[in-house]
């Protein structure tokens, strides 16, 4: 009897289920065991966030960019849109062939090391064009056979719109007809030489003042008067149009509050099924009886 209970525990033994560690000898991605704690943290550094990839690319751009540069047969010249460029690139570096295209530079793509221009031509009539890389080792030579010919400077860099601070001389009203003169206050001409307001500035100001006016009036507030566009001092200007702004948005602030709160009620009043009825109805249950 004892043998045979002996017997009984070895097989429950040999029936029991054993853990296996082969998993943790065997580093693999696949292997949830040991990629759960993969790769050590002491040897990551830095985690892998969108800025820093992009910093590593820029990074490597740089790098290659230089190496494209010292190994460069020739001197890039400055391309521009519009000049007439020939390159001549390789075919074949085992055969030792080149080919040549000249054409207009229509497009100047500045992309780092994918930099390019794009030459455009005609051949039997038929349009071309080729996208020459800028930092490509089959790239033997570029020259430009004729540059289109630059503008002349700006000499005012600031740029030429319908604004009166730029252009001050096309709002000129009679300013040098009449001669340099003294002018009495009723003989000054109505339009002065150069307009004060220009009509977009004017109606600009128009709107801002009239949705003041209706947000003083929802607030049942008088009316504001306005004191001009140019008041008395420049820094009595910033300060009125400060404290018409901030009233601004203080109205703006109280009417948002009242429109929340009276959703707030609205909400709570379907949310308990709390319903009133304005009138009785005309048939009532009891007259139906």
Not at 6 to 30: F, G, H
Not at 114 to 135: I, M, W
Request: positive net charge.
């Amino acid at each position: 009897f004892t043998g045979a209970g002996s017997l009984q525990q070895c097989r429950w033994l040999r029936e029991r289920a054993r853990p296996s560690n082969a998993a943790k000898r065997i580093y693999t991605i696949d292997n949830p065991v040991t990629a759960a704690n993969w790769p050590p943290l002491d040897q990551v550094g830095d985690p892998m966030t969108p800025k820093r990839c992009r910093d590593i690319m820029h990074h490597l751009h740089v790098q290659e960019i230089e190496r494209m540069r010292k190994h460069r047969p020739f001197p890039m010249p400055e391309v521009n849109l519009g000049d007439l460029v020939e390159v001549k690139y390789e075919l074949s570096r085992s055969q030792q062939t080149f080919a040549v295209f000249q054409g207009f530079v229509v497009e100047l793509r500045k992309k780092w090391l994918n930099s390019a221009f794009v030459l455009k031509n005609t051949y039997d009539g038929v349009g071309v064009e080729q996208l020459v890389p800028r930092y490509s080792p089959r790239v033997l030579g570029v020259r430009v056979v004729h540059p289109l010919q630059s503008r002349a400077p700006r000499v005012d860099p600031r740029p030429a719109n319908r604004n009166y601070r730029y252009a001050w001389h096309n709002y000129c009203r009679g300013k040098y007809s009449k001669g340099k003169k003294m002018l009495w206050r009723f003989h000054t001409p109505q339009r002065l030489g150069i307009m004060s307001l220009e009509p977009r500035i004017r109606r600009e100001l128009v709107n801002i003042r009239r949705r003041y006016q209706m947000q003083r009036a929802e607030a049942k507030l008088p009316p504001y008067i306005f004191p001009g566009p140019y008041h008395v001092t420049r820094r009595q200007t910033r300060e009125v149009k400060a404290e018409r702004f901030r009233r601004m948005l203080v109205y703006a602030w109280d009417e948002r509050q009242q429109r929340e709160e009276k959703k707030r009620r609205i909400r709570e009043k379907h949310r308990w099924g709390v319903y009133r009825i304005d009138k009785e109805p005309k048939v009532t249950a009891l007259s139906e009886l």
